[in-house]
């Protein structure tokens, strides 16, 4: 039942913009901090962009920051990443992750992955 869905992935040119998306459902998304991954062929996942659950505080890649943003909509159970300024080493396949921490136990989500290509 719960599910990540990243869409948004697409082929894009140097300098170019795109938004990635990510649908949540089966739990409560509003209790959750969401976070963007990518991985590149070859290399490891790494952290891109996080949010709080309130979307109070928002933190980034420095290899990213000032070119991407994150946000959240609680109502519509989504979180976004708004990629502008692209570059061929943007290059990933991102993901969408849901993260909790309680006094009881951990909770971790993810999406299936979206593919980003920079190319001209």
């Known amino acids: 039942q719960v599910e990540l869905v990243e869409s948004g992935g697409d082929l894009v040119q140097p300098g170019g913009s795109l938004r990635l998306s990510c649908a949540a459902s089966?739990?409560?998304?509003?209790?959750?901090?969401m976070n963007w991954y990518r991985q590149a062929p070859g290399k490891e996942r790494e952290l891109v962009a996080g949010?709080?659950?309130?979307?109070?505080?928002?933190k980034y890649s420095e290899f990213v920051k000032g070119r991407f943003t994150i946000s959240r909509d609680n109502a519509k159970n989504t979180v976004y990443l708004q990629m502008n300024s692209l570059k061929p080493e943007d290059t990933a396949v991102y993901y969408c992750?849901?993260?909790?921490?309680?006094?009881?136990?951990?909770?971790?989500?993810w999406g299936q992955g979206t593919q980003v290509t920079v190319s001209s």
């Open positions: 992750n849901a993260a909790r921490n309680t006094a009881f136990r951990s909770y971790a989500y």
């Open positions: 089966g739990f409560t998304f509003s209790n959750y901090a």
């Open positions: 949010i709080t659950s309130t979307g109070g505080i928002q």
